[in-house]
């Protein structure tokens, strides 16, 4: 039986990969410590389950296409907030940031065509725009430089008359970059100059730790047909399982093709709509304390991780992510032997390898990224495990 | 700004495309009966509704990305007592049927391939075909032999050496037919002899009037490397909202390739799985009384369309639709003018036009799609009010 080839020029999750691994040692008694994947364990806010248990009607019937009225809304009021105008229909609810990305691909890529993404990325990024037909040009960027992707140079290097937009994350999953507003202005002019959709991944925009400042670029006008802005509750209200994303744009030509989309496959979770609009009513103490959780997080987490021997890494501004360079041969076997042969008190520790995370083959070799998401206590006893670990496997 | 041919050639849902006339109308305080969306009004059982309040934990979190273990272990007892034995790996949760059928074309189609889909068919199929490279190879059914498709002949003077697969809905939406499992088997030998994939949508599985034996494609073991099923919640429980389907295969390989999607977009909705599995405790009482109220649902229906003077249209055998062809020049034109200009009472009504249910240009244009989804009493005024209108718009 034929698959396609998009299909198979795809790739499992390099961060659910080694799940099987992680069952078997659980299952035989040892406590892992998860670093591997985004789940944050901030507590998701009870307004999201008071306005799910509220739900009265008989029938769990579709939503709007588009989304709810009353989550729309909520959105718009949140960007008012930021100093950003939204319209009604600048806005598209779809199942998570994951669905609003793939939608926006399928919308501008043809066979063949071209997306400038600053590698390190989101390994999924590949899964949607191959899947859509395109094929990614990774940009380097460099521990060194803080990941810094803001030069045109180098972007302007990369475009050909087959590239169809820039895709950045800001802040930066894997490698926790957060961009100045000064920084973000460069990338967009880019775009604007090359007449290229920017797609700016923004679901980590409150969590940036060495300014209170937090925007979107949704603010920069000269360019409302070149953004799309792809957003979800998933991180900013930890609640990563409602499924809950948008596609934002003023581009009006590019909103109507994705609500084709929209409309074929009917609908997002009506329940899980209904609790997303009420997380937006979370007032800015809430967001006041989780940045600082994670702040504290990531100091004892960069603290640590300077302090092992060989280790190459530099201070994350935003998200909950950090890339390290480790002075082992090959991550993707460490984090194998980690879960097979490692224990210390009957601990051990995952990551992400670092490949999974890169385009150009043989980089990120001997690189892992950190989700510092599990409070600082553990936190802190994972980075010890992680010392240890590479003491150990270095000597094994 | 390019958009991509392929989001192009997709078109907006001919069912949710009246929704402003819609919206006006009734702004207007015209009272609309809606009989243009699959959307059941019988109640959801409440079982989805308390396992849903009865969540507990702290955080939202992500979901396994093949689906939830307790939603896969219902889905299979469900199996079972069908008769058809499915292992846990054969089943990958999806958002919605909608996802199912997209992931499903994503894996098995190349651009220019080919899949044949019995005409008149439910119009999104053709978004999640074109989409992913496609395209829809239309075979033409009649309303005299009760929209049959169970043809050799006709499948086969289809198959090209494009051809991938073969997309059939059965029982069907927006024909009604329902096939017997002497036709399934014989569709089922088609795709075996020609090696293509069968895709069987069964979400209307158990909405069957003329006799009382469910049956699953997934049965015919010899084809096991063809059949991929698509099934859902959203109609058999009617619990549209929740957005939860899936696709059934025992091909290893297809659901290896599958799975990548499914890792890709993270997860299916936490709660709206736990929902979705409390449903399936729901007992054989529960689909006995919905069967018998749709069955007389369809028989007030039938009976009243039938002598409508110029109607011509066939006793419905399954699901909840119909098509009926009108005297009248253009179903489009006639929705819009039930919405605009039409009124009895204050009262007006709203079907699918036709053509949007066909790939072939000029098909449909005079025919209608009827949901039977609202109850018995509404049903009989609202196609009183079709005759009425139905005269008055052919003397305007």
Chains 1, 2 share one sequence.
Request: net charge negative; with cysteine.
């Amino acid at each position: 039986m034929k698959l396609s080839q998009k299909v198979q020029d795809c790739s499992l999750s390099p961060m659910r990969k080694y799940h099987p691994f992680a069952v078997d040692a659980e299952s035989c008694g040892k406590k892992i410590y998860h670093l591997n994947i985004g789940q944050p364990d901030i507590p998701t806010p009870p307004q999201f389950f008071e306005a799910v248990r509220a739900y009265s009607q008989q029938v769990l019937s579709y939503a709007a296409s588009p989304g709810m009225p009353d989550l729309i809304g909520a959105i718009q009021r949140y960007y008012r907030r930021l100093g950003v105008n939204y319209k009604e229909e600048d806005i598209l609810v779809t199942a998570g940031g994951s669905e609003a990305l793939f939608m926006t691909m399928l919308c501008i890529l043809d066979e063949g065509s071209e997306v400038i993404v600053p590698e390190p990325f989101y390994p999924n990024y590949h899964t949607f725009i191959t899947a859509a037909g395109g094929k990614i040009v990774p940009m380097a960027t460099y521990p060194e430089e803080n990941y810094n992707y803001a030069n045109r140079e180098r972007l302007e290097a990369l475009i050909t008359e087959k590239t169809r937009a820039i895709l950045i994350t800001n802040p930066n999953n894997p490698t926790g970059n957060s961009l100045t507003e000064k920084q973000l202005r460069l990338i967009t002019k880019v775009a604007r100059d090359h007449n290229l959709y920017l797609v700016c991944d923004e679901v980590y925009r409150e969590f940036v730790y060495d300014h209170d400042k937090i925007f979107c670029a949704g603010k920069y006008r000269d360019i409302d047909q070149n953004i799309v802005i792809i957003d979800s509750v998933s991180k900013r209200f930890s609640s990563c399982g409602a499924r809950i994303g948008m596609i934002i744009s003023r581009n009006r030509e590019l909103m109507a093709q994705a609500l084709k989309f929209c409309q074929g496959r009917l609908c997002t979770a009506t329940l899980d709509q209904i609790g997303a609009a009420a997380l937006y009513s979370v007032g800015p103490d809430y967001f006041r304390k989780v940045k600082e959780e994670y702040r504290r997080r990531r100091d004892v987490c960069y603290a640590k991780l300077s302090q092992i021997p060989g280790v190459i890494c530099s201070e994350p501004k935003g998200a909950f992510y950090m890339m390290a360079k480790l002075p082992i041969d090959n991550a993707e076997l460490f984090q194998t032997w980690l879960l097979t042969d490692f224990e210390d008190r009957g601990e051990t520790v995952m990551f992400s390898p670092g490949s999974g995370f890169y385009a150009t083959e043989g980089k990120g070799i001997d690189e892992i990224r950190i989700a510092y998401v599990i409070n600082e206590e553990d936190l802190s006893r994972a980075m010890d495990l992680l010392a240890l670990a590479i003491e150990q496997y270095n000597n094994r």
